[in-house]
């Protein structure tokens, strides 16, 4: 069953396109990732489908709703949390559950029950009374997704949800999301962190305002790159990374810390090739040549490339 | 829907609570508004310092003097010799005025002729120097029957005075200006805590971010507005009765009027002011931007052009039609109707109309402007 369902989402700011056509669904109970680099238009196409922004045109169903015609039906069947924290900072944790209850309209036993399951997944029981704004960054963040669910919504946008977060909190925070998930909660996440995107059942990445790819990481990686993707580890990166892009046979390079990956253009070339160029002809060392498997990251750069050289022709 | 306004107010006022400088804004700024408008700001003129120069030192002189500083207005502090002084005493503002007796003055008097006493003012206070011949004109004609009278009587003869003008003043019968300030003083101090803290109040969740939380909740923005100003109501309602009352145990000025219609005209007011409140929130995306515009739109213009310190009629017609840019000016016109006068709606129900248009005028625009960001 789908519970998310967009057709041909638009929307025009004066001239420019900030989100094209773009169309996709989501399965109940998925975690679905939306990736694209900043500016791409992901914060847009989150601000249409949670009901605060109008489509120029295009529709999209969220939970059976419309969001253009019944968006406030809308925003009560789903939660909302964005990368801007959005707790009030000056109230207590307390406070702060008892207001977003209050909105949501949660009352007597049943608000007891979440404010406890809220503190539960935040991780302060028995810090109620603390002000919000003195916590860490991390629990907070747990405290934001906590009460953004606090009317159990059967979904949930998250915006960038993790952005500015250690790895440590990040990772407790997937969990949260796990969790979620697994109780039957559709999630909805854009990140630019490409490790999270592994967690998602699905993604989708849009680049310049249109959708140029989907599946899940699995599929993305072997349906998007066919060509062989070799791992360089040389001593002088930046000029090992020039002598390799005048070569017909390199498609795409891209570095990676110590690292150059290169996407070929022709099966014929193996390793030897490449030790033979730097290290025969332009006396660089080079310590190690591997082909291995794409990352997504790989496969982003390749596809977001490849769109924007077409959106130049 | 109750619930959720409630929701919101009760959160509007636990942050409230906690924001001290918010606090002092709403309820430290009021108080010394009062102190100072109730006493520093005085337009009655007391205790006018003056200089006699008398050359002519006869019993006439000294009545005269006498007669002056018998009332309250004036106080004698010095008498003088030569005439370099006069100079000296009026540059270092050590007298506001110097009387100035000729010489040959009972002489003249004696021989029934006419006397000239100089008086010399000080005029850079136009208002005081205005206010001080009147007295000292009213002294001089007083003395002058008297004059008059003495000569007849010795003659044998009654004086006649045909006509004696009788002023009472109605409303204000010592003509003290405070009576004449409250009321606007409590206009401008529902303005602060009306339009500036609303204003900052919305624009401070925009600026945190926390609006979008609001934004993609079930509540309308209705719901939203009504619940933050809830806690600004019942704070304005609270100030305006500390006014009144400080206006009663500090300037003893009684409420004349149905205090059941002074209720109807403030929350008539407080609605045209935090609809202004809120549209300025809505152009403005700081709180820096949101101060200083609520101070321009309502702050100043409380002060300047409501008729609160400079009256309205007398000024030009341009001036005239841009005093309707702040709620407080109708505020005025019926709190002065209710407090001094005590009169009842039929004489101020035009002014309810108007704070009711400007309120809605200003939420139809803020709307408007609403809708429009939310397409940005």
Redesign the interface.
Known sequence: MNTIEVNNLTKKFGKFTAVDKVSFTVKQGEIFGFLGANGAGKSTTIRMLIGILEPTFGDALVGGFSIKNEPDLVKKNIGYMSQKFSLYNDLTVAENIRFFAGVYGLDGKKYEERKKWVLKVANLEHMENVITGSLPGGIKQRLALGTAVIHEPKIVFLDEPTSGVDPISRRNFWDLINELSEGGTTILVTTHYLDEAEFCNDIILINAGKLIAQGNAKALKSNYIKNPILEIESERVVDSLEILEKEKWVGETSIFGNYIHVILNDNKINEGNIIHLLTEENGIKVQRVEKIIPTLEDVFIHLIEKDSKKNVQ | MF??I???A??ET??LK??TRMLFIVFFFPVVLLAIFGYAINFDVHHIKIAVYDQDRSEYTRDFINGLISSEYFDLVTNIDDDKEIKKLLDEKIVQAVVVFPKDLSRKLLSKQEVKIQFLVDGVDGNSASVIQNYVNAATYSYSIELTKEYLAVNGKNMYVPIDLQPRFWFNPDLQSTRFLIPGLMGMILIITAVISISLSIVREKE???I?????????SIEFILGKTVPYIVISLINAGIVLLAGYILFGIVTKGNILLLLLGTFAFLFAALSLGVFISTISDSQQVAFQAANVTSLLPSLILSGFIFPIESMPVAIQVLTNITPAKFFIVILRAILLRGAGISAFWDQLVYLGIFGLIFIMLATLVDKKS???
């Open positions: 619930n959720r409630f929701a919101i009760k959160k636990r942050q906690r924001d945190r971010g926390t979008e939380q609001i934004n993609v909740s079930p509540l309308s939310k397409n940005k």
